[in-house]
């Protein structure tokens, strides 16, 4: 296993990380179980999660995942010194969580006291918004025309992201967090962020967790040039596209229990001609080198200059075999070339 520093913090993550959402619905406490036993014997020390999940949230399922983290660090409170532990708080929207209301320097002490209570710890080691107060072009909102940036408050918002800071700080004071970041912004997010710890002594953003695939490669190369130089790590989400791109969604084709067989918050937003084209196309790229689909799109992921660590998912453990053994060898030049034609015919296909 490969590991990378997570930007400013100083702390060596390995570059797979463990995602967590399945768990509490897809997976039960013995799935998990399995997954981090196995995860942690090849080496990989950093583990995400969040308060809303498993996905799709839903009131029934909330909290269920750091639930089940929880109960495996109680019964593995020796090693709980190897995980980097990550979770989320959740944005606003969601009526069954502080009754949809927007981050805020109180639901941030209110969110942390919860996710401490569920996993069972005395700290967590990476704690991230899940999502920003404004409307931010992620889920299918990219394109040009979807979202209005001239109707956001500057001032309002940057008030509000220093408020969300100080009471980080109070947590980070308080030994109950050790470092906090950003998941589902923009490269103006972070750096607005960034500015309000220089100018007030607060702590910095040390990463972002993004959307990032070969099928959704929007944050490149803007957001990500943004993050090496400002020492943000870049954590990538589904970079599998939902499952789009192990090819097991072609034709129509839904295999039972799969992602897609199960109603999503936003829809299948991914489920288009060109994403479908775009996939069977890398399909064949990686029959032709003896790799499966899946292999060949988290390898590409880990070989993008500035990326930190892939956050990957399975719903069982042969797949989360052939998604850790992705990062043991990295891509020719003759292969990555063969990619980047087709990347370059479907740039941005959903």
Request: net charge negative; hydrophobic share 35%; charged share 20%.
């Amino acid at each position: 296993m490969k590991y990378s520093v997570l930007g400013c913090s100083g702390e060596k993550v390995s570059r797979v990380c463990l995602g967590s959402m399945t768990w509490g619905l897809q997976n039960n406490q013995q799935d998990a179980n399995q997954q981090i036993d196995y995860a942690l014997a090849q080496g990989v020390n950093f583990i995400d999660t969040a308060e809303m999940y498993a996905v799709p949230p839903s009131p029934a399922t909330y909290g269920a995942t750091e639930t089940i983290i929880g109960n495996w660090i109680a019964n593995n409170s020796s090693r709980r010194k190897e995980i980097l532990l990550a979770t989320k708080i959740a944005g606003g929207g969601l009526p069954y969580i502080r009754s949809g209301s927007p981050i805020s320097g109180e639901s941030i002490i209110e969110a942390v006291d919860g996710s401490l209570k569920r996993l069972q710890t005395d700290y967590i080691d990476l704690y991230q918004l899940h999502w920003p107060n404004r409307t931010s072009p992620h889920f299918a909102k990219h394109w040009p025309g979807s979202i209005s940036f001239t109707d956001v408050d500057r001032d309002v918002h940057e008030q509000q992201m220093l408020e969300i800071l100080q009471a980080l700080h109070t947590c980070i004071k308080a030994g109950k967090i050790k470092y906090c970041g950003l998941s589902d912004d923009t490269t103006w997010g972070i750096n607005t962020y960034l500015k309000l710890s220089d100018k007030y002594a607060l702590p910095k953003m040390v990463s972002i967790q993004n959307e990032f695939s070969l099928l959704h490669a929007k944050d490149w190369p803007y957001l990500i040039e943004n993050c090496v130089h400002e020492n943000i790590a870049y954590l990538p989400w589904s970079p599998l596209a939902t499952g789009l791109l192990s090819g097991k969604y072609a034709n129509g084709n839904r295999p039972q229990g799969s992602r897609w067989t199960i109603a999503q918050r936003n829809g299948l937003f991914r489920d288009t001609p060109n994403a479908h084209a775009a996939t069977a196309e890398y399909v064949e790229i990686a029959k032709s080198v003896g790799i499966t689909p899946s292999q060949l799109a988290l390898a590409w992921c880990d070989q993008v200059d500035g990326v930190t660590s892939t956050i990957i998912g399975a719903t069982n453990l042969e797949q989360l075999k052939e998604n850790i053994a992705a990062f043991e060898k990295p891509l020719s030049e003759d292969t990555l070339a063969a990619i980047q034609q087709v990347f370059n015919d479907y740039p941005v296909p959903f």
